[in-house]
């Protein structure tokens, strides 16, 4: 009997072999049977908390977003999965924890799929001209890793991260009834907000019908001893459209009955690209530069159309209203980390320093 769980100081290691997958399984299907990881709506949590980092074979993969890494890595080059609070580079370096660890999950794959390729491919097609498709392949040659993901579908999947969300969707919230009733009515171009709406493009359903196309490179590598690089390139594009008919009686005692007609469209395209690189040099002995530069950027088009129409019985017309919204919105940011490391001779004693520069902006 394999041992499900094993646990190496604050450090849970689930073993791949305990667990019962189907061929085509990937990490994310593997990690869901195991205790105490839990992942919905594209939140992953382990031990009741949100990992924010995934690593595979101690790299990082696709940056910052943990979704990625367990989607396209096959559960059968998995040897096992483990779970830990990771600190900061400042602090692995220092010893002393300065209180900003994460959750982190790290996949280990199996020594003898560290050289070779592999990867899944998969497609559907159905009713409605609904179809889905996508797949990864992976190159793996020891210390140097390839990986490139691709995605296409019109059947609401979607898969962007929390950092694609720059603040620049629009969102909020319509009224519907006819003007002057209990339930209020439309209103200019209803109650939108500037960057409020951003709950429309994080993983999950929401009104209408969602096209997407996604496709991503990751790569790793060693270069000589003292140079350790990790670079990927993400893009992520979505239609949205959603069409409503809403037919509404108004019962009103002693009176004739309102009735209220409205057709609604929206149509929503946002375009995401996302870079992220890290590189680590190892000067000497005693001393070490980290260099993290991350870059997103975004545009954002929406459009809609309202027209509603409300009747005193069955014929008389009380009024007429149509609203008509576009926003057509961009936004990027970058940020970059400069960490310098300096051990001394005597053990115990380090200096280090963090730089860090940011730089966003919407429009």
Do not use: C
Request: charge should be negative; glycine fraction near 12%; hydrophobic fraction near 30%.
């Amino acid at each position: 009997n394999i041992p499900m769980v094993t646990l190496k100081g604050d450090t849970v290691q689930f073993n791949a072999d305990a667990f019962k997958v189907n061929p085509d399984a990937t990490a994310e299907d593997l990690a869901r049977k195991m205790p105490g990881i839990t992942i919905e709506d594209g939140t992953i949590k382990a031990q009741g908390e949100e990992v924010k980092q995934v690593l595979v074979d101690g790299r990082e993969f696709f940056g910052e977003d943990p979704n990625l890494a367990l989607k396209t890595i096959p559960a059968e080059v998995i040897q096992k999965i483990e779970v830990f609070d990771k600190l900061s580079e400042q602090s692995e370096f220092t010893g002393f924890d300065d209180g900003s660890s994460v959750k982190t999950m790290n996949i280990v794959t199996r020594p003898e799929t560290r050289n070779g390729t592999f990867g899944r491919v998969y497609g559907g097609y159905g009713t409605d001209y609904r179809y889905t498709a996508g797949g990864n392949i992976n190159f793996f040659n020891e210390d140097q890793r390839v990986s490139i993901i691709g995605l296409s579908n019109n059947i609401n999947q979607q898969n962007f991260g929390s950092q694609d969300l720059l603040g620049v969707m629009s969102g909020g919230s319509r009224r519907r009834g006819p003007p002057g009733s209990s339930s209020g009515g439309r209103s200019g171009g209803g109650n939108r907000s500037f960057g409020g709406g951003a709950n429309n493009f994080m993983v999950g359903p929401q009104n209408g019908i969602t096209t997407t196309h996604s496709a991503g490179i990751n790569y790793s590598d060693q270069w000589g001893k003292k140079v350790e690089i990790t670079a990927s390139y993400f893009f992520n594009a979505s239609k949205n459209i959603s069409e409503e008919i809403t037919s509404t009686e108004y019962i009103i005692p002693n009176d004739t009955n309102q009735f209220y007609d409205e057709i609604s469209e929206s149509e929503t395209e946002n375009y995401n690209h996302r870079f992220n690189a890290r590189l680590e040099w190892d000067i000497d002995s005693f001393n070490s530069i980290i260099i993290r530069p991350r870059l997103n950027f975004q545009t954002n088009n929406y459009d809609s159309d309202v027209g509603g129409i409300t009747y005193l019985g069955s014929e008389t017309l009380l009024n007429n209203t149509l609203n008509t919204y576009d926003d057509h919105s961009f936004g990027y940011n970058f940020k970059n980390d400069f960490l310098y490391r300096h051990s001394f001779s005597k053990r115990g004693r380090t200096f280090s320093i963090n730089v860090g520069t940011g730089l966003n902006g919407s429009e």
